[in-house]
């Protein structure tokens, strides 16, 4: 069973449309994140969750929407693709907030044309 | 400046050398401090956390050094498989977010 999973890991889309990316977390984690990467390779933190509840929210679009319906899942809600949202986004977990071990789902390709 | 600054190599090394590297970080309040392995288009693997007084994990050495707020990763007899770019990552003390470098690559060559 894979720990960290998310969906779809790739997606080509125009610019202008909506889609989600899923991310389901086996491991019992208290804490989500979302990450982005881009092509120069920076991993940047978008949202975090701990227990469902929204504590680190970096400075990004609010086309960027995360939800956690319950503490092993979090999804990202993109709303009016631009060119510039094409990265890897990875969902991660980990035990608790102040852990710096996280474990990082496979990564969702995001391709905005 | 960046939070967290590494060369980004690429470092070329052949099988069995010693490679050695640093990350910098500029928050004199980092608490925590990481190295992370990711392989190419594939995720972030945590390979060790750094501690105060050093850490070694078999052909791995990493050390930190506060004074001067870097830390380094040294890899002896280099294996091919020890090709990947080696992400630095800091912890802040008070909300403890991770700053992540954008990477140092290494390729080890037969």
């Known amino acids: 069973d894979t720990a960290v999973s998310q969906t779809p890991k790739y997606l080509v889309t125009q610019m202008g449309n909506d889609k989600s990316i899923k991310c389901e977390q086996n491991l019992g984690h208290d804490t989500m994140y979302w990450y982005k990467q881009d092509s120069k390779k920076f991993l940047k933190i978008m949202f975090s969750y701990n227990n469902k509840e929204l504590i680190i929210n970096e400075t990004v679009p609010n086309r960027f929407s995360p939800k956690s319906p319950d503490k092993a899942h979090l999804n990202l809600h993109i709303n009016s693709l631009e060119l510039g949202d094409s990265a890897v986004y990875f969902c991660a977990s980990s035990q608790v907030q102040s852990s710096g071990e996280l474990f990082f789902g496979e990564g969702s390709r995001l391709t905005v044309l | 400046r960046k939070e967290v600054e590494q060369d980004p190599g690429p470092f070329n090394v052949p099988e069995g050398a010693t490679v050695a590297f640093n990350c910098t970080y500029s928050?004199?309040?980092?608490?925590?401090f990481f190295w992370y392995r990711q392989d190419c288009r594939k995720e972030p693997k945590l390979l060790m956390s750094v501690y105060s007084s050093g850490n070694e994990d078999g052909r791995f050495t990493a050390q930190l050094n506060r004074a001067s707020q870097y830390i380094s990763l040294l890899i002896r007899d280099s294996k091919l498989s020890d090709s990947a770019t080696y992400l630095c990552v800091v912890s802040r003390s008070n909300d403890y977010k991770l700053s992540f470098g954008a990477g140092t690559t290494v390729t080890v060559r037969a």
């Open positions: 928050n004199s309040a980092s608490q925590s």
